[in-house]
């Protein structure tokens, strides 16, 4: 699986910005989709996770703020990101997880968010 991630740029805070991550092959519906996303000098975290049915998770800090969605017919993952604030600031990250293979993670190239205060 390819993951192929887009949709980052220069935002304003308050503004808002959504990030697509598509992924390659035939069994996107199969699959766990998550975004992670690291700033600098910090480690990973996890932003939102979509399971393959559908449930949806949120870290606290973007909770109310960030909807997470895919579309299985596009065999695509979207991060919808309102009310930016700097400490958003980051490389984005989509992640797959196959539901019949727990253990093997896919990543795509990252996407840069930039939010200015």
């Known amino acids: 699986v390819q993951l192929q991630a887009y949709g980052g740029g220069l935002v304003q805070a308050g503004g808002s910005l959504r990030l697509s991550c598509a992924a390659s092959g035939n069994i996107f519906s199969l699959l766990n989709m998550a975004w992670h996303r690291q700033a600098p000098g910090k480690q990973r975290e996890l932003v939102a996770t979509v399971t393959r049915g559908g449930r949806t998770n949120y870290a606290d800090s973007v909770k109310g703020r960030f909807t997470i969605s895919r579309d299985n017919a596009k065999n695509t993952v979207y991060l919808q990101m309102n009310s930016l604030k700097p400490e958003d600031t980051a490389v984005y990250y989509c992640?797959?997880?196959?539901?019949?293979?727990?253990?093997?993670?896919?990543w795509g190239q990252g996407t840069q968010v930039t939010v200015s205060s």
């Open positions: 992640n797959a997880q196959p539901t019949f293979h727990l253990e093997t993670y896919y």
